[in-house]
Each structure stands twice: as structure tokens, then as C-alpha cells.
């Protein structure tokens, strides 16, 4: 399983990106996905995963109500729509998926996943 991120780019508070995360090498339905963000010098952040099989969501406090997680099995992507955005929410912006049922945690997705190899997200104006 490979995955590439797309989508990230520079935008004004209060702006919106829509975030892609397409998969290749093996279909994804049966995967857990998450999107986690990353600043220089900070600990890696969870922001929002989505179960196998279009399964429920989790959100990160920080974005509820900002974010939203998709999923498109039939294109193999998952996506991370994301308004209203603010300076703190600048960030590589990482997916990564794993082989899980249930739903879907950022704790348990992150060791031993697979990982893309990010997009940058700048808030700023």
C-alpha cells in the first residue's frame, strides 16, 4: 500500500482546503484511515480518522466542528475537508492507514501504519 497526500497550499484565516490522501497498491476498504499534522519542533498531532467500511468518525478537539473526514472507496481516497482555518492549523498534514475494524482511534493507527509523505499547510495572510 502506497499513499500520496494532496491538496495542501497557502490560505488566508478563515479560508478552506480540501486535503486528498489516494491510495495505491491495495484497495482500502478494510483500512483505518487518519490524518495527523506535524510543526518543526512539536509532537505529532491526531486531527481526525475514519473507520473501515465508511464506519464512524473521530475527530481532535481542536478541528470538531471545522473538519470534516471522508472517504471514497471507489477511488481509493480519503479526503479532509477543512474550514474556517486559523494560523495554529499550519502543519505538514500526514495520512496514514491501517488494517482495522471497529472504530477507528488516532492511537492506534499511527504505530505500524502506513504513512504518505505529507503536505504542508500554511495559514496565514
Known amino acids: 500500500l502506497q499513499l500520496v497526500e494532496s491538496g495542501g497550499g497557502l490560505v488566508q484565516p478563515g479560508g478552506s482546503l480540501t486535503l486528498s490522501c489516494a491510495a495505491s497498491?491495495?484497495?482500502?476498504?478494510?483500512?483505518?484511515i487518519g490524518w495527523f499534522r506535524q510543526v518543526p519542533g512539536k509532537e505529532r498531532e491526531g486531527v481526525s480518522c475514519?473507520?473501515?467500511?465508511?464506519?464512524?468518525?473521530n475527530y481532535a478537539d481542536s478541528v470538531k466542528g471545522r473538519f470534516t473526514i471522508s472517504r471514497d472507496d471507489a477511488q481509493n481516497t480519503v479526503y479532509l475537508q477543512m474550514n474556517n482555518l486559523k494560523p495554529e492549523d499550519t502543519a505538514v498534514y500526514y495520512c496514514?492507514?491501517?488494517?482495522?475494524?471497529?472504530?477507528?482511534?488516532?492511537?492506534?493507527?499511527?504505530?505500524?501504519?502506513?504513512w504518505g509523505q505529507g503536505t504542508q499547510v500554511t495559514v496565514s495572510s
Open positions: 496514514a492507514a491501517k488494517v482495522r475494524s471497529g472504530r477507528c482511534s488516532l492511537i492506534t493507527i499511527a504505530p505500524g501504519g502506513t
Open positions: 497498491g491495495n484497495t482500502v476498504v478494510n483500512y483505518a
Open positions: 475514519i473507520s473501515s467500511f465508511g464506519g464512524p468518525t
